[in-house]
């Protein structure tokens, strides 16, 4: 599967292209700036007959955003008309911050978080020895989302999500998040 | 836990990870649980630090490890569940079992003040960093070959929580250095919690034929190459393994010890990850212990019933609630 859409419209009717367009929409619950299409959790959509099904993938295992997106979607499809509607989690392959979009990263950049690097293998997250780290190894392409510098270094590994780790920046001393690449 | 997540299906055309795999087999629930304990069991004492931590940024980080080794938790519990007959909730499991009937390793329930509780309830950062940095070594290792294994529901979960190990290993990892290479009593904290911990350790090698049917790789693999291929690996790309066919499940007949041959495999994987580290971190490797827990047969310390008391207490005063 292409990491840049993991959403199939082709094969869906019209009518069905507008539903998922509609939750596609939806803030995420977490960083309301960015829609659940941006980020990349909304898999897919299904119908059978008057049912629908719409798959959605967790960021992360424990997210406790995910029982709200699954709420959220009922309800955008219950105001749309749509009765018989089921929300199905799906694991495989797991989500990546790949999957979020470039207008996705744009609007984290602009509401002040750092968003994730192009790729996600696990080479990205192993650990470095000193003298790896302190030659700026740790992100790279990182930038200060207000000033752009990329002299930033690691608060620590873990911020206010499960998904973001909190940075600084040495050149404007701001603190600040970063989508973690996963 | 509020609301069961659904059935992670398997889905052959979907799945990168699964390019034309035959994944016949379907782990017992007996071995799921290990891994859905441990995963429960490690999130309540690292959640013991919520609000009691040495910095803010690691009463947050500590938060975030423990609620992501609580969704693992609540994944595997859920899936083992639905193997049972008849049919447990995640919460049945979690809630209403009592403490033989858990799979987790001892190492994991021993509390937060270490083996001889010098420091009291306050808990010990040294202490939970070992653990914490022994543990997640060890489940890259585990996570990886799941991924690889013959049980498509257990590749599924595998392949999301090892990127979350991932991160909880370069925590801990960067910490056991701090800390290790720190002040001097920072360092003899560490060697002295390390030296309290290590021999817990001997029981995640300790393993049957069930490990051996789900964490074997590739019968041949796992006895010749294990060695080139793990060695200075950190995060193998599950893709670089040879697809396990069903062979490992009957051990070949010229694999005269498939249960050492595997042991040492995943030993050679968590050793290849700790030693550069531990060397950084100037701290030494204890002598060997002839320990050996039976957390996972359900034979627990007295630990673990005080644990289990404070995290069921609700649910069991108050059965059905929903909140």
Redesign the interface.
């Given at each position: 599967?292409s990491s840049d859409a993991p959403v199939a419209h082709s094969t869906l009717a019209a009518v069905d292209t507008a539903l998922l367009e509609a939750v596609c929409a939806i803030p995420d619950p977490e960083i309301p700036v960015i829609t659940l299409g941006d980020l990349g959790v909304v898999r897919g959509l299904s119908r059978r007959d008057a049912h629908v099904e719409v798959q959605i993938t967790?960021t992360?295992?424990?997210?406790?955003a995910t029982?709200m997106i699954r709420s959220e979607v009922l309800q955008t499809l219950h105001a749309l008309g749509e009765t018989s509607a089921q929300?199905?989690?799906?694991?495989?392959?797991?989500?990546s911050s790949t999957w979020i979009s470039e207008d996705g990263r744009q609007k984290l950049r602009a509401y002040g978080i750092a968003p994730p690097g192009p790729s996600?293998?696990?080479?990205s997250?192993?650990?470095m020895?000193?003298r790896a780290r302190s030659a700026g190894h740790d992100e790279s392409g990182l930038r200060c989302p207000r000033c752009d510098s990329g002299e930033v270094e690691r608060?620590?590994?873990?911020?206010?999500?499960?998904c973001k780790a909190?940075y600084r920046c040495l050149a404007c001393r701001e603190p600040f998040d970063f989508f973690?690449t996963? | 836990m509020?609301?069961e997540?659904?059935p992670?299906?398997?889905?052959p055309t979907?799945?990168?990870?699964?390019p034309g795999a035959v994944r016949a087999a379907t782990a017992p629930p007996e071995f799921v649980l290990r891994w859905a304990d441990n995963a429960l069991i490690h999130s309540q004492r690292l959640g013991e630090w919520t609000g009691h931590g040495p910095v803010l940024?690691?009463d947050?980080?500590l938060?975030?490890?423990a609620?992501?080794?609580?969704?693992?938790a609540?994944?595997l519990l859920s899936h083992a569940g639905r193997l049972m007959d008849p049919p447990q909730t995640e919460d049945d499991l979690a809630y209403f079992r009592d403490a033989a009937a858990f799979r987790n390793f001892t190492a994991l329930e021993l509390p937060n003040s270490g083996v001889h509780a010098a420091r009291g309830a306050q808990g010990d950062y040294a202490f939970t960093i070992v653990r914490h940095a022994l543990y997640s070594a060890y489940m890259l290792a585990v996570w990886e070959r799941l991924l690889a294994g013959p049980d498509a529901n257990l590749?599924?979960?595998a392949?999301?929580?090892?990127?979350?190990t991932?991160?909880h290993?370069?925590?801990a990892?960067?910490w056991l250095?701090k800390l290790g290479d720190g002040t001097e009593p920072s360092h003899q904290r560490m060697q002295m919690a390390l030296e309290q911990f290590m021999p817990y350790t001997n029981e995640w090698f300790a393993l049957d034929a069930l490990d051996l049917a789900f964490l074997s790789r590739h019968v041949t693999s796992d006895c010749r190459a294990h060695s080139a291929r793990s060695a200075g690996d950190?995060?193998?790309?599950h893709a670089h393994f040879s697809r396990p066919d069903q062979s490992h499940i009957a051990p070949a007949a010229d694999s005269r010890q498939p249960l050492e041959a595997l042991a040492g495999g995943l030993r050679a994987q968590w050793l290849a990850?700790l030693e550069?580290?531990l060397a950084?971190s100037t701290l030494t490797w204890p002598s060997p212990s002839a320990l050996l827990t039976c957390g996972r047969y359900g034979r627990h310390g007295e630990h673990l019933s005080v644990l289990l008391a404070e995290l069921q207490s609700v649910a069991r005063a108050h059965p059905g609630a929903q909140w």
């Amino acid at each position: 599967m292409s990491s840049d859409a993991p959403v199939a419209h082709s094969t869906l009717a019209a009518v069905d292209t507008a539903l998922l367009e509609a939750v596609c929409a939806i803030p995420d619950p977490e960083i309301p700036v960015i829609t659940l299409g941006d980020l990349g959790v909304v898999r897919g959509l299904s119908r059978r007959d008057a049912h629908v099904e719409v798959q959605i993938t967790p960021t992360y295992c424990g997210c406790p955003a995910t029982e709200m997106i699954r709420s959220e979607v009922l309800q955008t499809l219950h105001a749309l008309g749509e009765t018989s509607a089921q929300v199905r989690i799906v694991l495989s392959p797991a989500w990546s911050s790949t999957w979020i979009s470039e207008d996705g990263r744009q609007k984290l950049r602009a509401y002040g978080i750092a968003p994730p690097g192009p790729s996600c293998g696990g080479t990205s997250i192993r650990w470095m020895d000193r003298r790896a780290r302190s030659a700026g190894h740790d992100e790279s392409g990182l930038r200060c989302p207000r000033c752009d510098s990329g002299e930033v270094e690691r608060l620590s590994e873990f911020g206010s999500t499960p998904c973001k780790a909190l940075y600084r920046c040495l050149a404007c001393r701001e603190p600040f998040d970063f989508f973690k690449t996963l | 836990m509020l609301q069961e997540t659904d059935p992670p299906t398997p889905q052959p055309t979907t799945g990168p990870e699964t390019p034309g795999a035959v994944r016949a087999a379907t782990a017992p629930p007996e071995f799921v649980l290990r891994w859905a304990d441990n995963a429960l069991i490690h999130s309540q004492r690292l959640g013991e630090w919520t609000g009691h931590g040495p910095v803010l940024e690691e009463d947050i980080a500590l938060a975030n490890i423990a609620l992501d080794h609580l969704g693992q938790a609540r994944m595997l519990l859920s899936h083992a569940g639905r193997l049972m007959d008849p049919p447990q909730t995640e919460d049945d499991l979690a809630y209403f079992r009592d403490a033989a009937a858990f799979r987790n390793f001892t190492a994991l329930e021993l509390p937060n003040s270490g083996v001889h509780a010098a420091r009291g309830a306050q808990g010990d950062y040294a202490f939970t960093i070992v653990r914490h940095a022994l543990y997640s070594a060890y489940m890259l290792a585990v996570w990886e070959r799941l991924l690889a294994g013959p049980d498509a529901n257990l590749a599924q979960i595998a392949g999301k929580a090892i990127k979350e190990t991932r991160y909880h290993w370069r925590h801990a990892s960067d910490w056991l250095v701090k800390l290790g290479d720190g002040t001097e009593p920072s360092h003899q904290r560490m060697q002295m919690a390390l030296e309290q911990f290590m021999p817990y350790t001997n029981e995640w090698f300790a393993l049957d034929a069930l490990d051996l049917a789900f964490l074997s790789r590739h019968v041949t693999s796992d006895c010749r190459a294990h060695s080139a291929r793990s060695a200075g690996d950190a995060a193998p790309d599950h893709a670089h393994f040879s697809r396990p066919d069903q062979s490992h499940i009957a051990p070949a007949a010229d694999s005269r010890q498939p249960l050492e041959a595997l042991a040492g495999g995943l030993r050679a994987q968590w050793l290849a990850l700790l030693e550069p580290v531990l060397a950084e971190s100037t701290l030494t490797w204890p002598s060997p212990s002839a320990l050996l827990t039976c957390g996972r047969y359900g034979r627990h310390g007295e630990h673990l019933s005080v644990l289990l008391a404070e995290l069921q207490s609700v649910a069991r005063a108050h059965p059905g609630a929903q909140w």
